[in-house]
């Protein structure tokens, strides 16, 4: 026979392997759906992903460093960061793995970016222009001038969004 579904428990002391579960008002246990289990498909490579809950979508490896860039095996201290070693494309297309007619797309929610150290030549081109922006003169409150003179006014007959951040407004 074939297993479409299964669950892999694992335990510990940090937030995201610890056991919970969700009981009603008589004190019993909830079901719940196991995470979805999809598929991205990469380079020709195919990676395994669940699909957790809004915002949380797991399987994606990586390496966790200090601020300063240090490698390290424990991303729970201070000035830590997690860096992917891979990202999952805006708008890509994830397989469901066990029904394959069925396609999920990725929304980024956020968008992270680490810098590289600069070289002291690069710094010194900035110093430069710095410089140069300290003899520029800051406008006077007195030259502003009020953008609805110039913009118009406010079309009317405007609905209101349905959909904001993924929430029905409706």
């Known amino acids: 026979s074939t297993i479409n579904n299964y669950l892999q428990w694992t335990s510990g002391?940090?937030?995201?392997?610890r056991y919970y579960s969700v009981k009603d008002?008589?004190?019993?246990?909830?079901?719940?759906?196991?995470?979805?289990q999809l598929i991205y498909t990469s380079d020709s490579r195919?990676?395994?992903?669940q699909y957790v809950s809004f915002g949380n979508l797991q399987g994606i490896s990586g390496t966790c460093y200090s601020d300063t860039g240090t490698l390290l095996t424990d991303c729970n201290q201070p000035g830590s960061f997690w860096k992917p070693d891979f990202n999952v494309s805006?708008?890509?297309s994830l397989t469901q793995m066990n029904d394959t007619t069925k396609?999920?797309?990725?929304?980024?929610?956020?968008?992270?970016?680490?810098m590289t150290v600069a070289?002291?030549?690069?710094?010194?081109?900035l110093n430069d222009n710095l410089t140069s922006a300290t003899s520029l003169t800051l406008p006077q409150i007195s030259e502003w001038v009020d953008p609805s003179?110039?913009?118009?006014?406010?079309?009317t007959g405007i609905t209101l969004p349905k959909v904001i951040d993924g929430v029905n407004q409706q």
């Open 103 to 114: 396609s999920y797309w990725v929304k980024w929610q956020n968008v992270g970016q680490t």
């Open 119 to 125: 070289s002291a030549n690069q710094c010194s081109i």
């Open 13 to 17: 002391g940090q937030s995201w392997n």
């Open 90 to 92: 805006n708008g890509a």
């Open 46 to 49: 195919n990676k395994f992903l």
């Open 25 to 36: 008002n008589n004190g019993n246990i909830m079901d719940f759906e196991a995470p979805l």
């Open 149 to 155: 003179s110039t913009i118009g006014s406010l079309p």
